[in-house]
Structures are given as C-alpha cells and as structure tokens.
C-alpha cells in the first residue's frame, strides 16, 4: 500500500487501524498524535519501535509541520477529532479549530501535495433523528443535532466538493470493544463495565435506537476502503452492520443474560436528539464488507477482560474522551 498518514494515531480507533496496515510488509505508516489527552500515545505505545510505524508528536492544526509528512503519500486516514457530544461542548472554539478549521488546512494541503487517496472517519451521529421504521441510507438526509456532528457534516462537504483530490469518508456506528487504547465512556463498553463493578445500571432512554460496530470491524472498514481505492473513491459509506441497530433496553437485556444479579434503573426521557437505525450496505455490496464481531461478542469480550483486573481504575481520565 506504500505509505499511509493517520492522524489522531494514538487514539481509540487509531491504535487497531495502524496495527491491522503495518500487517502489511509493503505499507510504511507515519502517526500523527499531539498526546496532549490523558492517554497520550497509549493506542500505538506498544509499537512504537516498529521499524515500519513512526509516531510524530504534533498538534493537527500545525498544518505546516504536517506537510512534509503527506507529500507524495499514498494515503491520509484523518481521525484526529474532538470526538463526542461532551467533549464537543466542553470547548466549542477548540472543537471547531480542530474538527473543522484543520480538517479544511489539511484537505487543502492533501490535494496540494498529491496524496493519493484522503479517508475522512466521520460518524453516524450525523443522522440525528430518523424513523425508526426504516434504516437509514448514505443517501439520507443528515440532521446533525449536537456541535459534534456539525462538524463532521461541515467537513464532509467540504472534501466532497473537493474534485482534485481522491476522498471516501467513513461514517462510523458508535464504536465498542477492547482496543490498545481504551475508552470507557461509549455506551457498550460503559454499560459493561458498570454492570460488572456495580450491579446496577441507570439508563437514559432506554428506547432509542443506535447503531454499534466493533473496532476492530471499524479499522478493518477502513482498510478495506484503501485497499480498493477504484470503487471507494468518491463514495460515502456507513461502517457497521446493519443487524447490530440496538436500543439500550436490548444492550442491558444482554448484559442480564450474562450476569443475572443485574439491577436497571429507568429514567424517562420522552425525546432524545438522537435516535436512528442505519443501513451498512453499500458497503457490504460494493467493497465486500463484513463484520466479524457483534454487540453479545463485544460484550463478551470486555466482561472476560475485566474478571481478570485489566481494567483496575476505568473511571481515569485516560479511558474518557
């Protein structure tokens, strides 16, 4: 694959990808992370002596550090975001000169020094509220109710009205499952991990539905996309499958099945900004995509992890965004 540029390569997403494209002995992989969050590089630290992976400490705003790295390079895979509703409300100001102001800078700089293929990750939030009779299509219309989304909307059409440089943007369900650099605050990990410490889970909006995919499924999307850059070029794909849509009623019913003393606490909440069911096959039709893990394997997979201490303090700032 030559060489592949990611930013925001110590993060939750980023750690599984640049694994799954050093597996490749022709790919080079330059990440880029400032390590300014409470994780640092945790994500890639296990590799950092990887004679194909160099990790380079900058801030994505400094879009003329980041030049001489993407010149000429095969691809850029762009995942460095303030990522999630409260991070995004936290700091507006940062949120928008990260997510949207560099995004632009570096779309620009891609396309100025000849990146082969720009792979925007962006997120199925951008939906907001749909019928939840219907699975929602790449298609569809995007109702973004938090900033979080705004900016990946605003990003989105930016690259895709971009005509010299070869993009696919990559709107990811909400990520799960246990990753080199873990996150405890998107709901299949929160719910698993605070069903198993305290027996008791209290439940927002039981009745909403979302859709989920694994991270590692989420990186090896990504791959795929690069690795047939002849029909992804161009195209917008949902990254998921479109079986795992669940309401967090099904999750926490799931989570009972596995430890049976579990206790729910409802709380009534008549509207939520975001409720929709997606559809994932233009991937699956197009580039042959499929998932190899689901929310009861996931699930699964971060209880075993936890039985077994790897997770002593999953309240500290480096499992949280």
Request: charged share 25%.
């Amino acid at each position: 694959m030559g060489k592949v540029v990611v930013t925001g390569a110590g993060g939750y997403v980023g750690g599984s990808l640049i694994r799954r494209l050093l597996d490749d002995p022709d790919t080079e992989v330059v990440g880029v992370d400032s390590c300014a969050m409470a994780h640092g590089a945790e994500g890639v630290r296990e590799i950092l002596q990887h004679p194909r992976f160099t990790l380079v400490r900058e801030d994505v705003r400094n879009t003329d550090a980041l030049v001489p790295l993407i010149k000429g390079a095969d691809a850029v895979v762009h995942l460095a975001a303030i990522v999630g509703d409260p991070a995004g409300r936290r700091d507006p100001d940062t949120t928008r000169a990260v997510n949207i102001d560099a995004s632009a800078a570096l779309i620009d700089a891609s396309r100025d020094n000849k990146v082969g293929h720009f792979v925007f990750v962006s997120t199925c939030s951008n939906y907001g509220v749909s019928d939840s009779n219907t699975l929602v299509t790449e298609d569809g219309e995007l109702n973004p109710v938090s900033l979080y989304a705004e900016t990946k909307v605003a990003v989105e059409k930016r690259l895709l009205d971009e005509k010299e440089l070869p993009a696919t943007v990559c709107r990811f369900a909400t990520v799960y499952g246990v990753a080199p650099r873990m996150r405890f605050d998107l709901t299949v990990n929160q719910f698993a991990i605070e069903a198993f410490r305290d027996g008791v889970l209290e439940i927002y909006g039981e009745q909403f539905w979302r859709p989920y995919v694994h991270v590692d499924d989420a990186a090896a999307g990504i791959q795929l996309v690069l690795s047939k850059p002849d029909v992804s070029v161009g195209r917008v794909y949902n990254v998921g499958n479109s079986g795992e849509n669940y309401t967090k009623r099904m999750i926490f019913d799931l989570l009972k099945e596995r430890l049976p003393e579990l206790e729910g606490k409802w709380v009534n909440v008549d509207e939520d900004p975001r409720s929709y069911k997606v559809s994932f096959e233009r991937i699956r039709d197009e580039l042959g995509y499929e998932t190899a893990w689901d929310v009861p394997s996931g699930l699964d997979q971060v209880l075993d992890q936890a039985r077994v201490g790897a997770f002593p303090d999953p309240e500290a700032g480096r499992f949280r965004n």
